[in-house]
């Protein structure tokens, strides 16, 4: 999935779109951010009232750590 159907695809569910259920479990099929839900829905002090793209970037950006 590209970054600006990923755009699209949060750009929906912040817009609460009806279809909010698949939106939300198609982003989460496809960004590697284990709490990619979080970013849309519960955002931190750091991403707050933050756009579709800003969103999209910290969910792509996610790097897990090796151990």
Avoid: C, W
């Avoid at 496809?30 to 839900?37: I, L």
């Amino acid at each position: 999935m590209t970054r600006d159907e990923l755009v699209e695809i949060v750009g929906r569910l912040l817009a609460a779109d009806p279809e909010s259920d698949y939106y939300l479990l198609l982003l989460k099929a496809n960004a590697p951010h284990p709490g990619v839900g979080d970013l849309v829905f519960h955002a931190s002090d750091g991403i707050q009232d933050a756009s579709a793209e800003e969103i999209v970037n910290e969910a792509l950006n996610y790097r897990p750590i090796a151990l």
